[in-house]
């Protein structure tokens, strides 16, 4: 066995990089296909009665139970929670789990804000247009989803994230910016009662992702309905830069989005959920057609004090809007639970903070190579703290990411690409503070902070190091389900994986195939960027509007 040891590197690799923007579409938006049908309209829709909507906590009162009205917890104990069904008040609607960009955008979608055609509009995609044209006046919600999207295409699979995409954004993959189409009514009486609930602020993940991060998508693509992330960004005197914004921008404009379109009331902040289970009540009458399914929402709200309360709601749909980014990937080898293993970036920020890493301490280990432990790698050198950087692919490996962004939109990407290519440990270095470990393999992480490596010819190396990243992905927490969801996926002897396996839903709903009431939305359900995951927010909320309109009264 050989043993190498290596001294840290010495810090200073290239100037901190900026940032344009994301690439234009490989297909142009789609051709005509199919015959024209007729769309089929939605009749009138009965007004929600908001009754069984708990009252909930304020924007301002994140995780506290507010005074004047019945908190979620007081709410939940007046039902009975012996059986699913036999609750002593009204089940809610709708519970949406998970407040980042999915749910915002659920949430601004049932609370009564109805897209329609602007009657001046002309869609630049002409079956499109003509499409548009056939239904005046129609809302899109109260259209068929099938028919508007067939025949467009572009980066996503999901049809009905293409249709909103193209009527938000009619011509931005080809770098235009013809103004949405849409224009937005606020008819309360289509609003459909729900509850938002959420570990961080309204912005989901975008609260955990480092703040000075530049956002991979055009900063206009992070936008959601009727507040373009320009005219916020010009509001709050901030830019965008080469056209990117900054994740600290884009988790303040989703939560002031939320209070801007006054969905405050919807949203619960500081809510665990940790259990949905469901269950079919008894049918009230013999011979009466089955009941749909109830739903049990369990978990717990965490005041500012750090004190915790538990709630349990039922609601007759569920929506799952929880992402995938709070079960980071481990690798599974002894020490990865020492205390100076980690995997999220935000660690490497508190550590450089707090000095535990610096330009003359041991380099930062950070291992993987997609864009997270890039952006890591950007952080160290912007702070001259010496990183090794170890992957287990080859660094001409068509799969990595690298090889897929174009170089002249991301060249901070590209840079990386090149140091892990040029930099290696078996080549002399241009670049000081930096190596690259390309097809190792880390074994094992002992106490002394001493990191083991098998190397492409199987030999031994060990480095001492003062942190290590481990940023190889994530995958979705569906823990709170029963079977943690397993059975929902499209292959259920898979993992579930955003995107290898994510939940089976109907294209056009995104409910669950497998379950009624259950919907699925964002990566969960295989939309991985924020400009489509909206799409499957209209998808449920126009399913759930015609479910509401149904319900006898
Ligand atoms: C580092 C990074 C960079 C990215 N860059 C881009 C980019 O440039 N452009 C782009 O379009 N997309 C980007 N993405 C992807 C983007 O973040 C997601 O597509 C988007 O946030 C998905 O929105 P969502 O609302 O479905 O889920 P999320 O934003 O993940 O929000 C889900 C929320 O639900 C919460 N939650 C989970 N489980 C529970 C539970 N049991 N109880 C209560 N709450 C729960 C989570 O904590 C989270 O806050 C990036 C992602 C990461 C991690």
Redesign the pocket.
């Known amino acids: 066995m050989k043993v190498i040891f290596l001294a840290p590197p010495s810090a200073r690799l290239f100037p901190a990089p900026e940032i344009p923007g ?1 690439p234009g579409l490989s297909h142009p938006l789609g051709s005509p296909r199919g015959n024209v049908r007729p769309a089929p309209l939605v009749g009138s829709l009965t007004p929600v009665s908001p009754r069984g909507l708990p009252s909930v906590l304020h924007p301002g009162q994140s995780g506290r139970l507010p005074a004047p009205r019945p908190p979620p917890a007081t709410a939940m104990s007046n039902r009975r929670k012996d059986h699913l069904g036999a609750s002593s008040s009204e089940p809610l609607p709708v519970i949406i ?9 659920l949430s601004y979608l049932l609370s009564g804000y109805t897209p329609y055609v602007r009657p001046d509009a002309i869609h630049p995609h002409p079956l499109l247009q003509r499409k548009l044209s056939e239904a005046p006046g129609v809302s899109i919600m109260d259209q068929d989803l099938d028919y508007l999207s067939e025949g467009l295409e572009g980066r996503c699979q999901s049809p009905v994230a293409l249709l909103f995409d193209a009527l938000l954004r009619p011509d931005t993959d080809f770098g235009g910016s013809v103004e949405s189409v849409l224009t937005w009514r606020h008819q309360k009486e289509r609003a459909v009662p729900h509850l938002v ?4 602020p309204p ?8 703040g000075s ?1 530049v ?3 055009q900063g206009e ?2 936008g959601l309905p009727d507040l373009q992330v320009k005219d916020w960004m010009c509001k709050k005197r901030r830019g965008l830069r080469n056209s ?1 914004a900054t ?1 600290g921008d884009i988790a303040h404009y989703y939560s002031d989005y939320v209070i801007k379109k006054d969905l405050s009331h919807n949203f619960v902040s500081n ?4 259990a949905v289970e469901w269950g079919t009540p008894e049918p009230r009458s013999p011979g009466a057609r089955d009941p749909s399914p109830l739903f049990q929402v369990s ?1 717990f709200v965490t005041a500012k004090d750090q004190s915790q309360q538990s709630f349990s709601l039922s609601a007759r749909s569920v929506v799952l ?6 079960s980071p990937a481990r690798l599974g080898i002894p020490g990865e639970a020492l205390p100076f293993v980690h995997h999220d ?1 935000s660690a490497l920020e508190a550590a450089t903070r707090a000095g535990t890493v610096s330009p003359s301490s041991d380099p930062v280990l950070i291992i993987g190579a997609g ?2 432990a890039a ?1 890591a790698v950007l952080y160290a050198h912007h702070y001259n703290v010496p990183v090794i950087h170890a992957f287990r692919r080859p660094v001409d490996d068509p799969g990595l990411v690298f090889n897929q962004l174009p170089k002249m939109l991301y060249p901070e990407y590209h840079k990386v690409h090149q140091m892990m290519r040029e930099q290696s440990i078996l080549s002399p270095s241009p670049y000081e503070g930096y190596r690259s470990l390309p097809e190792h393999q880390l074994l094992l992480l002992k106490e002394d902070r001493q990191a083991v490596f098998r190397d492409p010819q199987g030999l031994q190396k060990v480095f001492g190091v003062a942190l290590v990243l481990v940023l190889i992905g ?1 995958h979705p ?4 389900l029963p079977g943690a969801g397993a059975d929902l996926t499209v292959d259920p002897n898979q993992p579930l994986s955003a995107k290898r396996n994510p939940i089976e839903v109907d294209p056009f709903t995104y409910q669950s195939i497998h379950q009624e009431g259950l919907y699925a ?4 359900a295989g ?7 909206q799409g499957g927010a209209l998808a449920v909320a126009s399913s759930l509007l015609r479910k509401e309109a149904r319900k006898p009264p």
Not at 477 to 480: A, G, K, P, R, W
Not at 527 to 533: G, H, P, T
């Open positions: 994301l789990i998970g407040n980042g960009p999915s749910g915002i955008c609930l959420g570990r961080n912005g989901g993940a975008w609260h955990s992702i480092e991060m956002t991979l998508s693509w992070m990117r994740a809510a665990v959920v940790t978990g809007a929880t992402g995938t980014s709070d970036l864009l997270s952006d994530s927490d569906l823990s709170f939305v964002g990566p969960l939309d991985n960027f924020v400009r489509f995951v």
